[in-house]
């Protein structure tokens, strides 16, 4: 059964640093999603992505962050300047395109800023 | 924006006994409403969802029904089994043509089921 891949599982980074996050999509989704979820929060929605451009993005999503597309497979987040608060699991999911809504997540990253 | 009202937080059942959990949304644009199990260490996994043009829908031991007027929606597991125990969430979504995909998610209710 296709799935949606991430790595890092686990990204341990020092405040002010940059970090990539990468995922690897279902292979014939075109829409390319990334959430973050707060230890013992809800699950936040922060960006999605179709044809190479933003969608939607959400208030979370400041000039700190950006998502690319770099190849075929990969979808990527990147966090400029991390903050300590940026602490968190980032998940990455991706859907079909029409009435296809589902959202298939990955496994996620824990990215822990210190 | 949409706002989705989760309860309870926490539930424990009996095995064997039925577990419902009920969900709240502010947006009348809403009209998809997916359900995610997520178990300890994991992304959220996709059990069930159910669009504004029908009430009710069943998978096995699964189901949930939406009542559009009132805007709520609620996740049924019947015969519930050890596994099943995780956090449930559930989330709205507008789903429409033109890309406003993002989901809403509730907060999450914690299973646990008794052996």
């Known amino acids: 059964e296709p799935e949606v891949t991430q790595t890092p599982s686990h990204q341990v980074t020092q405040m002010g640093q940059e970090v990539i996050l990468r995922c690897v999509p279902i292979?014939?989704?075109?829409?390319f999603y990334w959430y973050r979820q707060i230890l013992g929060q809800k699950v936040e929605f922060l960006v999605s992505?179709?044809?190479?451009?933003?969608?939607?993005k959400s208030e979370i999503f400041d000039d700190q962050f950006s998502v690319e597309r770099p190849d075929g497979s990969n979808f990527t987040l990147k966090i400029r300047s991390t903050k300590l608060e940026d602490s968190a699991m980032y998940f990455c999911?991706?859907?079909?395109?029409?009435?296809?809504?589902?959202?298939?997540f990955g496994p996620g990253t824990r990215l822990t800023v210190t | 924006g949409e706002n989705v009202e989760q309860h309870p937080s926490t539930l424990s059942v009996q095995e064997g006994d039925s577990a419902v959990i009920k969900c709240t949304y502010s947006d009348s644009a809403s009209n998809y409403f997916p359900w995610y199990k997520q178990e300890l260490g994991k992304g959220p996994q996709l059990i069930i969802d159910i669009r504004s043009n029908v009430g009710e829908k069943k998978d096995q031991r699964i189901a949930v029904t939406l009542n559009k007027t009132a805007k709520h929606f609620s996740l049924h597991i019947t015969e519930t089994q050890p596994e099943d125990s995780a956090v449930y969430f559930c989330?709205?979504?507008?789903?429409?043509?033109?890309?406003?995909?993002?989901?809403?998610f509730g907060s999450g209710t914690r299973l646990q089921v008794q052996p």
């Open positions: 292979s014939n989704h075109l829409y």
């Open positions: 999911a991706s859907s079909g395109t029409g009435r296809n809504y589902e959202q298939y």
């Open positions: 989330a709205a979504s507008p789903g429409d043509y033109t890309g406003r995909r993002a989901l809403t």
């Open positions: 992505f179709y044809n190479n451009e933003i969608s939607e």
